[in-house]
């Protein structure tokens, strides 16, 4: 990576000193660490609001949700709006979530609260894309800033697994409403920094009405996203009892939804690019199969052991902290050189070895072969997360990174969606090495789509051929 000489004096001694990400890295963890640690809460809940246990399983489908439709119209607004502006809101929303999470006296207020979670931390991300991405332009850099998009990934990798023994810990000690109040002190830290070490956007200049800004960020379609992504996810979350009505209203909504895009000038999500932009499409298609095999071992593999041999909870997340490990470990050096294609080889080539070591997966397996396997899925967590990140930075023009990077993260949730609908699929009416070893197959499955959907892009030849011409 080299830096223009006017980079250093436009930007002090470095464009991205350590004040200028930590509170982007910071707010980054938000939403991973969010998505975790709710799932040593849901008993605890249940048990307090006098609900059964399968209800309090909306509270994670409601952050899921929002995050998925949250994280583009975030980085949209960010766009139009100014990134800072988008980073400080939402933050503002993540405390009152946290707020209203600690004082609610029932489920549905809960609900709430994690909706408003999912939405404030969704915001940090895409944000961040597009602060870093007009930073690099203004420092003249020749190339993505490798290190500091792989602190990013980081804070979103590292962040869930450790979510759940710190959510562990923090409702043993403290009760399961600590889970939503630990987001005040943290919302108020990075907001503190943000205001502080975070330049100000520029300028709105004339200010506009609601109705010229609804056309500019396309309300008509960010709606009609919504509403055709919340039916779909109403119904993988159905099965194994499909709930077809869903499936058709997410059907009608997103026919609606396609012809509405195709037919204005300024579209939320610009198909006629994805249509023209094969490399793209690619890497959020690739992003999503890979996503799937991963939280497919953080959720069904997890949840296998804990049945199956019987580890605890908080034993089963520390068997996992090894791969969370190996993959920050991964994404560093992969990050600073820009690659692209090596890596998103290597990540699915590792996740068909480990899902084929899932296979033969039995209750009988020494502990030290189930390490090795997750291991190996920390190869993918890591390769997978810097390469398609960065082919996301070289193949999105840099006014769009702020919705192209959140629309990365919604197929990752899709994946995530996917992946916890198989798993009640094939664990729906007890777990056993059977519905492990159906799962192994699916990941299999997942994985060679993924190399194949990777070796068979020449684009990304291209791509790796810019970074090495700019070394």
């Given at each position: 990576?080299?830096?223009?000489?006017?980079?250093?004096?436009?930007?002090?001694?470095?464009?991205?000193?350590?004040?200028?990400?930590?509170?982007?890295?910071?707010?980054?963890?938000?939403?991973?660490?969010?998505?975790?640690?709710?799932?040593?809460?849901?008993?605890p809940?249940?048990?307090?609001?006098?609900?059964?246990?399968?209800?309090?399983?909306?509270?994670?489908?409601?952050?899921?949700?929002?995050?998925?439709?949250?994280?583009?119209?975030?980085?949209?607004?960010?766009?139009?709006?100014?990134?800072?502006?988008?980073?400080?809101?939402?933050?503002?929303?993540?405390?009152?979530?946290?707020?209203?999470?600690?004082?609610?006296?029932?489920?549905?207020?809960?609900?709430?609260?994690?909706?408003?979670?999912?939405?404030?931390?969704?915001?940090?991300?895409?944000?961040?894309?597009?602060?870093?991405?007009?930073?690099?332009?203004?420092?003249?850099?020749?190339?993505?800033?490798?290190?500091?998009?792989?602190?990013?990934?980081?804070?979103?990798?590292?962040?869930?697994?450790?979510?759940?023994?710190?959510?562990?810990?923090?409702?043993?000690?403290?009760?399961?409403?600590?889970?939503?109040?630990?987001?005040?002190?943290?919302?108020?830290?990075?907001?503190?920094?943000?205001?502080?070490?975070?330049?100000?956007?520029?300028?709105?200049?004339?200010?506009?009405?609601?109705?010229?800004?609804?056309?500019?960020?396309?309300?008509?379609?960010?709606?009609?996203?919504?509403?055709?992504?919340?039916?779909?996810?109403?119904?993988?979350?159905s099965?194994?009892?499909?709930?077809?009505?869903a499936?058709?209203?997410?059907?009608?909504?997103?026919?609606?939804?396609?012809?509405?895009?195709?037919?204005?000038?300024?579209?939320?999500?610009?198909?006629?690019?994805?249509?023209?932009?094969?490399?793209?499409?690619?890497?959020?298609?690739?992003?999503?199969?890979?996503?799937?095999?991963?939280?497919?071992?953080?959720?069904?593999?997890?949840?296998?052991?804990?049945?199956?041999?019987?580890?605890?909870?908080?034993?089963?997340?520390?068997?996992?902290?090894?791969?969370?490990?190996?993959?920050?470990?991964?994404?560093?050096?992969v990050?600073?050189?820009?690659?692209?294609?090596?890596?998103?080889i290597?990540?699915?080539?590792a996740?068909i070895?480990?899902s084929?070591?899932?296979?033969?997966?039995?209750?009988?397996?020494?502990?030290?072969?189930?390490?090795?396997?997750?291991?190996?899925?920390?190869?993918?967590?890591?390769?997978?997360?810097?390469?398609?990140?960065?082919?996301?930075?070289?193949?999105?023009?840099?006014?769009?990174?702020?919705?192209a990077?959140?629309?990365?993260?919604?197929?990752?949730?899709?994946?995530?969606?996917?992946?916890?609908?198989?798993?009640?699929?094939?664990?729906?009416?007890?777990?056993?090495?059977?519905?492990?070893?159906?799962?192994?197959?699916?990941?299999?499955?997942?994985?060679?789509?993924?190399?194949?959907?990777?070796?068979?892009?020449?684009?990304?030849?291209?791509?790796?051929?810019?970074?090495?011409?700019?070394c």
């Amino acid at each position: 990576m080299r830096l223009m000489t006017s980079s250093r004096t436009r930007h002090g001694n470095a464009p991205f000193s350590w004040r200028y990400v930590t509170p982007l890295y910071m707010g980054s963890t938000l939403n991973p660490i969010n998505s975790s640690m709710i799932a040593t809460a849901l008993v605890p809940i249940a048990l307090s609001l006098h609900v059964p246990v399968a209800q309090t399983t909306w509270l994670v489908a409601s952050l899921y949700l929002a995050s998925a439709i949250a994280q583009p119209t975030a980085g949209k607004l960010a766009e139009e709006v100014g990134p800072r502006r988008i980073f400080v809101a939402g933050i503002l929303i993540i405390f009152a979530a946290g707020v209203l999470g600690g004082i609610a006296r029932s489920l549905s207020w809960l609900v709430i609260s994690r909706v408003l979670i999912g939405i404030g931390t969704s915001t940090a991300y895409p944000s961040a894309m597009l602060l870093i991405r007009r930073r690099a332009l203004s420092a003249q850099m020749t190339e993505p800033p490798g290190s500091i998009l792989g602190g990013l990934q980081i804070a979103g990798l590292v962040t869930p697994l450790v979510g759940l023994p710190i959510g562990g810990v923090l409702v043993d000690a403290w009760g399961w409403r600590t889970i939503f109040l630990v987001n005040l002190p943290v919302a108020l830290l990075a907001l503190v920094m943000a205001l502080m070490w975070i330049p100000r956007d520029v300028s709105l200049g004339e200010r506009r009405g609601f109705r010229a800004m609804a056309v500019r960020i396309d309300l008509v379609g960010i709606m009609g996203f919504a509403g055709t992504l919340a039916a779909l996810l109403v119904f993988l979350f159905s099965l194994p009892h499909p709930a077809w009505l869903a499936l058709l209203i997410a059907l009608v909504m997103g026919t609606g939804f396609a012809w509405w895009e195709l037919r204005i000038e300024r579209p939320f999500l610009d198909l006629r690019l994805l249509a023209a932009n094969g490399a793209l499409t690619r890497t959020y298609a690739r992003f999503g199969l890979l996503t799937f095999c991963v939280y497919t071992v953080l959720y069904g593999v997890t949840e296998w052991i804990g049945a199956a041999r019987g580890l605890s909870s908080l034993a089963t997340g520390l068997l996992l902290l090894p791969m969370s490990g190996l993959s920050a470990i991964v994404l560093g050096p992969v990050s600073r050189r820009n690659l692209v294609r090596a890596p998103l080889i290597a990540a699915a080539a590792a996740s068909i070895v480990a899902s084929v070591g899932v296979v033969l997966l039995t209750t009988g397996t020494s502990l030290g072969w189930l390490v090795c396997i997750t291991l190996l899925f920390g190869v993918t967590m890591g390769a997978m997360s810097s390469g398609n990140q960065t082919a996301l930075y070289k193949l999105v023009a840099p006014d769009s990174i702020g919705t192209a990077s959140g629309l990365l993260r919604t197929f990752g949730y899709l994946g995530s969606i996917a992946s916890s609908a198989t798993i009640g699929i094939v664990f729906h009416r007890r777990v056993a090495d059977s519905g492990l070893h159906h799962l192994a197959v699916v990941m299999v499955l997942a994985s060679f789509a993924a190399l194949i959907l990777t070796v068979a892009d020449g684009r990304l030849r291209g791509v790796d051929s810019t970074s090495r011409a700019a070394c």
